[in-house]
């Protein structure tokens, strides 16, 4: 199973940016998944879920700015996030929620610029 997150770049802090996993295999069509971050000296942490049905939950830093979503059909699942600020800059990945660890791609940077 390969999960290639894609997307990232540079943005001014209150800008928006849309990031994309791309799934290999049938892991993404049965199983919830989440997006994840990781910040310079900081632990990864889970920041998005969408279950197989489609239900979604975010973690507090986040709420009301980030959606995520899933095309199955597609096999990827989308990470929209608005009114970004600095202390989003993070490397972005998806996989599984729970998270599987044979399943961390390589990230996609994201820096949001003050």
């Known amino acids: 199973v390969q999960l290639q997150a894609s997307g990232g770049g540079l943005v001014q802090a209150g800008g928006s940016l849309s990031v994309s996993c791309a799934a290999s295999?049938?892991?993404?069509?049965?199983?919830?998944m989440g997006w994840y971050r990781q910040a310079p000296r900081k632990q990864r942490e889970l920041v998005a879920g969408?279950?197989?049905?489609?239900?979604?939950n975010y973690a507090d830093s986040v709420k009301g700015r980030f959606t995520i979503s899933r095309d199955n059909a597609k096999n990827t699942v989308y990470l929209q996030m608005n009114s970004l600020k600095p202390e989003d800059t993070a490397v972005y990945y998806c996989?599984?929620?729970?998270?599987?660890?044979?399943?961390w791609g390589q990230g996609t940077q994201v820096t949001v610029s003050s």
């Open positions: 969408i279950t197989s049905g489609g239900r979604t």
């Open positions: 996989n599984r929620l729970p998270a599987l660890n044979d399943y």
């Open positions: 295999g049938s892991i993404l069509r049965y199983n919830a």
